[in-house]
Antibody
């Protein structure tokens, strides 16, 4: 059974940094692209970043230059380093496993809440 | 920023058929497959349809997906009370080199 468990969320001041992680199990992690998707309070889903199985990375324009996605295939872990955080980055961040190439969201974690506020 | 357009709401009585549209462009739906997700209140999204019309294991066949050109649709037949949720479409966008989501549709069972 695929399991994705996010951690690391919390309260951070504007301009600050935070690293969230996703521990994956139940599948061959290195063979799948993974994504981070966020949802601001009361809003819709927004794709944030993706990491391909081969190491390629992609970012939404809203976070490019501020967020860095990484993965450790030896530890089955996906991470998102977030810096220069803004109030509008406040959201629940979900980790998601691809179905296949360019087809995201086959499995989702429960999410971790990041709040950017002074 | 959502690039795919969905109606904000849809509704029906139990047993009815409800259809949700998802409108995009040649760089996303027009050249890539579409997935659909169901999000119940306070929970993580659940995959409902992938590759335009495929159901993951465990998803009832009341849910079906289709795609034509730069638009896609999700149909729910035999609507049930437990289908009340938000529904989102998504696709890869070749111009943005990233995924785009739909604006979301809230389905209400009357």
């Amino acid at each position: 059974e695929v399991q994705l468990l996010e951690s690391g969320g919390g309260l951070v001041q504007p301009g600050g940094s935070l690293r969230i992680s996703c521990a994956a199990s139940g599948f061959t992690f290195s063979s799948y692209a993974m994504s981070w998707v966020r949802q601001a309070p009361g809003k819709g889903l927004e794709w944030v970043s993706a990491s391909g199985g081969g190491g390629s990375t992609y970012y939404a324009d809203s976070v490019k230059g501020r967020f860095t996605i990484s993965r450790d295939n030896s530890k089955n872990t996906l991470s998102l380093q977030m810096s220069s955080l803004r109030a509008e980055d406040t959201a629940v961040y979900y980790c998601a496993k691809n179905f296949a190439s360019r087809s995201m969201g086959g499995s989702w974690g429960q999410g971790t809440l990041v709040t950017v506020s002074s | 920023q959502s690039v795919l357009t969905q109606p904000p709401s849809a509704s029906g009585t139990p047993g009815q058929r409800v259809t949700i549209s998802c409108s995009g462009s040649s760089s996303n739906i027009g050249s890539n497959t579409v997935n659909w997700y169901q999000q119940l209140p306070g929970t993580a999204p659940k995959p409902l349809i992938y590759s335009n019309n495929q159901r993951p294991s465990g998803v009832p066949d009341r849910f079906s997906g289709s795609k034509s050109g730069t638009s896609a649709s999700l149909a729910i037949s035999g609507l049930q009370s437990e289908d009340e949720a938000d529904f989102y479409c998504a696709a890869w966008d070749d111009s943005l080199s990233g995924y785009v989501f739909g604006t979301g549709t809230k389905v209400t069972v009357l």
